[in-house]
């Protein structure tokens, strides 16, 4: 069964810096989708950024950007200029096929002003 | 505007009590997701289904039960809710492309936070 591991149960980083949030995961498949969700405090959980894993380009949206290593099997985040709005738990999701996803245990981020 | 609702957001309720919590989307969704978690833990997969009557069960077992008879709802039932029950309950929905890769990405109601007494 396919497993997402992330390591860090908290993360801070001071305001404009920036910080890079860990996942690994297992699976013996070629292709599947990967995502990283983000759970503000007490408000509803969005899709931050997703990669295919057929893609060798990693993904980015605005301040946000992914490491991804197909054959380490790691997906980190990498968030820039951090922003006091960044602060969530973040967490990391694998899916194959039309499979349910598959998450990791999350990682509380803190932004210090 | 596209979205997916729960209600209510907050439960309090007594031992024994039945309860039900709603979930719609107006996305036109095939399928549709329960999950249980903990405040800060990890979600847990409950009950999910890919479209009306269709259900099953998650990774996670649950004393709760759901049903799927209309595409845009998704109801979870507790015959008799118990201390053990108390957390915060996710629904989500993601289009359903079959068995190819797909970007199914997923979308999520605000939740569903219950306590019972």
């Known amino acids: 069964a396919q497993t997402v591991t992330q390591s860090q149960p908290e993360m801070s980083v001071q305001e404009a810096e920036t910080v890079t949030l860990s996942c690994t995961y297992d699976?013996?498949?070629?292709?599947?989708?990967l995502f990283w969700y983000k759970q503000p405090p007490s408000r509803q959980m969005i899709l931050v950024i997703r990669?295919?894993?057929?893609?060798?380009q990693n993904a980015t949206e605005n301040r946000f950007s992914v490491n991804f290593q197909k054959a380490a099997k790691s997906f980190s985040l990498k968030i820039s200029d951090s922003q006091l709005g960044d602060a969530a738990m973040y967490f990391c999701?694998?899916?194959?096929?039309?499979?349910?996803?598959?998450f990791g245990q999350g990682t509380r981020l803190t932004i210090n002003p | 505007e596209a979205d997916i609702y729960q209600t209510p957001r907050y439960l309090v309720i007594g031992t024994g009590k039945k309860i039900t919590l709603e979930c719609s989307q107006t996305?036109?969704?095939?399928?549709m997701y329960w999950y249980q978690q903990d405040p800060g833990m990890e979600l847990h997969l409950i009950h999910y289904?890919?479209?009306?009557?269709?259900?099953e069960k998650g990774d996670l077992s649950s004393e709760s039960t759901v049903s799927r008879i209309r595409t845009e709802h998704f109801p979870l039932t507790l015959e008799s809710a118990r201390p053990s029950h108390t957390s915060q309950y996710l629904c989500?929905?993601?289009?359903?492309?079959?068995?190819?890769?797909?970007?199914?990405?997923?979308?999520f109601g605000p939740g569903t936070r219950l306590t019972v007494l």
């Open positions: 989500a929905s993601s289009e359903y492309k079959g068995t190819a890769l797909s970007n199914n990405e997923q979308f």
């Open positions: 699976t013996s498949e070629s292709d599947y989708y």
């Open positions: 990669q295919e894993a057929y893609k060798q």
């Open positions: 999701a694998y899916q194959q096929g039309a499979q349910k996803l598959v």
């Open positions: 996305m036109g969704h095939d399928k």
């Open positions: 289904s890919y479209g009306v009557n269709s259900t």
